[in-house]
């Protein structure tokens, strides 16, 4: 057998035993790994290194794969999707960092780090000529702990006094995050602070407002609130409340090594850090795709009947399902999509969502329906391309051990858990990925789906109607087009990160660099918000540019593939050209970037009249329009909303 | 018993130091074993307690990777923890 035949029989074994993995199985996963390694079988040693981070790894086995990973790091190659990470706190970061760099790299993300000196987060950050600095980073994790907490009251002291000191808090750690983002331009993860597990007052620890606990509560609550777009805010005492305060905790290593948790805990630690870096670059997932029988119901529809199936208070297993069905709806609240993939026939299927009384997912949660007999990874696809969006931003949740083999085989960019056979389980197998870590919320999530419902209505309409200009015409489409505003922010960066198909550059600006763009007048910065009959679609397109010389060079066009084909890019257009000529420029210097997502653009500036410019490097392409002394009229079914 | 304890032991210190062929000898000190630094110390510890079942006290901690500690004086330490 190949080396690469038996690696992939030890990795599901060893995803097979699940948390209680033995010794051995782990033994023989690492000589599987050593001998892809010696055959030169880099790229199935990178595939199954993925598919095998999981947060629940334990610290051996984590530490162990994190080698495997950092041996692979010159082996395979460079992934377009890169980080620069600088690490610095009040913990060894040693263990930490490959860690990170670990679940990174299982999500696709090429990270170079800087690990800061011991404690001396503060001098880096202040220093301008600090080694942090030198290593110019994109992101900086302040991996702190209360004990770097400067203001601490006494017991005694007053509720005023205490208020007073939660400011001082507050204000020392906002002017470091404003030095770091000046000098450096990054974003910025925060830790927030873990209440300990021991408490000198008791029961009563929570009532007086002078103790540690109420003290670090009032510190976490006053971050939460008052933190700024370029900061994200890590809930590490969310983590040690998941594991329990005591276990979150182990002294010996404390003051054995600094780490800054048990080392238990670590690798879950690592992962959810590596899950916001990961969301910054755009790579959380977007869709949660179900399967019916025995993940949203127990027992078989087709075979049971609607009466027979288990869901709901009858039973407890019904209870555990209609529990699963509240969690994945609580998804699709805040702006995750959700779909069906079911071998069913599609009546049945849909008569249980129009007829049980014990559902709790309805026809309109489900953005995308496909109950037929074809296999899984066919429709899959099928949910993707009607969503538009890419089959990598799929998780594909299904009780069948065989089905998830076969998706995992054909479509291995689809996350694909392994599911527990207790449906009480669930909830737990798919919260623990951190799948769809968010960064923001904003209107266009909490409206996600409606969106996508309206577009079926569209879809309809165009189909009724005869040529497609009568019904762009008919669409009566509204437009408000304007600089980037503080309540646009949040939306912006993350359409800029979530945009693959229609970006020209894929440059992944964040919230710590529009925010330098917008106190710098030679750039400009536009979103468009888009209305029509069929209902309000929200921000659906960003654009950055700067003007340099005599051009105005576009470094960001970005938009929502919801709005395909409905004129906007002409309606931006004209309004950049009207932009352009205000500001006495000659020329509109488009750029495309290619990769692997956006062939949908490749031709965007030439269809929009530019000419390309010779002497591009590489597969990029840069074009130009020439700017006259008349308003351009390219055709448009947008009519522009001016009072905002 | 000692010598269970031993290939169990062996079997951590081959994982840790990602070394398969890796043979332990009672008479090894850390200055032995390539990559026996104060950081892999720590998962050497961690790993063990795992494996073994046993907790280390701080002290011992600290103790085992004092000079003149020995693979023999662990398997001491690990054998008394076991037997108790």
Same mark, same amino acid.
């Given at each position: ?644 | ?16 130091? /990602? ?7 009672? +008479?090894?000190?850390?200055? !032995?074993?390539?990559?026996?630094? $104060? =950081? ?12 073994? /079942? ?7 901690? +600290?103790?085992?990777?004092? !000079?003149?500690?020995?693979?023999? $004086? =662990? ?10």
């Amino acid at each position: 057998m190949s080396p690469t035949k038996d690696l992939a029989d030890l990795t599901e074994r060893f995803l097979s035993v699940g948390h209680a993995q033995s010794p051995q199985v782990f033994a023989a996963l690492m000589k599987g790994f050593q001998a892809t390694m010696s055959a030169g079988c880099y790229a199935d040693t990178a595939f199954f290194l993925r598919r095998i981070a999981l947060p629940t790894l334990d610290y051996t086995s984590a530490q162990a794969l994190s080698r495997v990973r950092s041996r692979l790091r010159s082996k395979i190659p460079a992934s377009p999707q890169t980080a620069r990470l600088a690490v610095i706190g009040s913990s060894t970061t040693t263990q930490l960092v490959p860690l990170i760099d670990f679940f990174l790299f299982a999500a696709g993300v090429d990270a170079d780090f800087y690990e800061g000196g011991y404690g001396l987060f503060r001098q880096e950050i202040l220093d301008p000529a600090s080694e942090l600095y030198q290593f110019a980073p994109k992101v900086i994790f302040l991996a702190t702990g209360w004990r770097d907490l400067a203001n601490r009251p006494a017991l005694a002291d007053a509720r005023l006094d205490i208020v007073r000191l939660i400011t001082a808090e507050q204000a020392d750690w906002s002017s470091l995050w404003q030095v770091a983002r000046e000098r450096s331009g990054c974003q910025i993860i925060q830790n927030n602070f873990v209440l300990p597990a021991c408490r000198a007052l008791a029961n009563h620890e929570r009532r007086q407002a002078g103790s540690l606990s109420s003290y670090i509560s009032s510190i976490n609550e006053s971050l939460a609130q008052a933190v700024p777009p370029f900061v994200t805010i890590h809930d590490v005492e969310h983590l040690a409340t998941c594991w329990g305060r005591w276990k979150w905790d182990d002294p010996r290593f404390v003051h054995q090594a600094k780490l800054p948790c048990a080392p238990e805990c670590l690798p879950d630690y690592a992962h959810s850090v590596a899950s916001i870096v990961a969301a910054q670059l755009g790579l959380a997932k977007k869709c949660l795709v179900l399967d019916l029988d025995n993940t949203l119901w127990g027992g078989v529809v087709g075979d049971d009947g609607l009466g027979g199936i288990r869901l709901g208070q009858t039973d407890p297993e019904g209870e555990a399902y209609r529990a699963f069905q509240h969690y994945a709806k609580s998804l699709r609240h805040r702006g995750v999509l959700l779909a069906v993939c079911s071998k069913n026939n599609e009546e049945t299927a849909r008569e249980v969502f129009e007829k049980h009384s014990e559902m709790v997912l309805r026809l309109e949660d489900i953005a995308c329906f496909k109950a037929n007999w074809e296999d899984k990874a066919t429709n899959l696809c099928r949910i993707a391309q009607e969503l538009n969006i890419g089959t990598n931003s799929l998780v594909f949740v299904d009780d069948s051990p065989a089905e998830r083999a076969l998706v995992r085989k054909l479509l291995p960019e689809v996350a694909v858990p392994e599911l527990p056979t207790d449906v009480a389980d669930y909830i737990q197998a798919l919260d623990r990925h951190r799948y769809f870590q968010t960064l923001s919320v904003e209107t266009e999530d909490l409206r996600r789906t409606e969106y996508y419902r309206a577009e079926v209505s569209r879809r309809d309409a165009q189909t009724s109607a005869s040529d497609i200009e009568g019904f762009l015409a008919s669409l009566n489409m509204v437009a408000q087009i304007g600089p980037i505003m503080p309540d646009t922010l949040n939306r912006s960066v993350q359409l800029i990160q979530r945009s693959n198909q229609f970006n020209l550059t894929t440059r992944r600006r964040t919230a710590a660099e529009l925010l330098a763009f917008l106190e710098d007048e030679s750039w400009i910065t536009r979103t468009v918000s888009l209305s029509d009959r069929f209902g309000d679609n929200g921000i659906i397109s960003v654009i950055l540019a700067r003007a340099r010389e005599d051009a105005l060079e576009i470094d960001t066009w970005v938009m929502s593939c919801r709005v395909l084909k409905r004129t906007v890019e002409q309606f931006v257009l004209n309004h950049l050209y009207g932009l352009a000529r205000q500001r006495g420029l000659k020329r509109i210097r488009g750029e495309f970037i290619p990769t692997a997502k956006n062939k949908l653009v490749r031709d965007h500036y030439a269809n929009l009249g530019f000419a390309p410019v010779a002497g591009a490097q590489g597969e990029r392409t840069l074009w130009d329009l020439t700017v006259a002394d008349d308003s351009l009229q390219t055709t448009t079914y947008i009519r522009e909303e001016t009072n905002a | 018993m000692r010598d269970t304890i031993r290939r169990e032991i062996e079997e951590v210190f081959r994982n840790v130091f /990602g070394d398969q062929e890796l043979v332990l000898q009672e +008479s090894m000190t850390a200055a !032995d074993v390539d990559g026996w630094d $104060s =950081l892999a110390h720590i998962n050497l510890i961690i790993a063990l307690e795992k494996r073994l /079942g046993v907790r280390f006290a701080t002290a011992e901690i +600290s103790r085992l990777k004092e !000079d003149g500690q020995t693979v023999g $004086s =662990l398997l001491d330490l690990v054998e008394q923890k076991k037997r108790a």
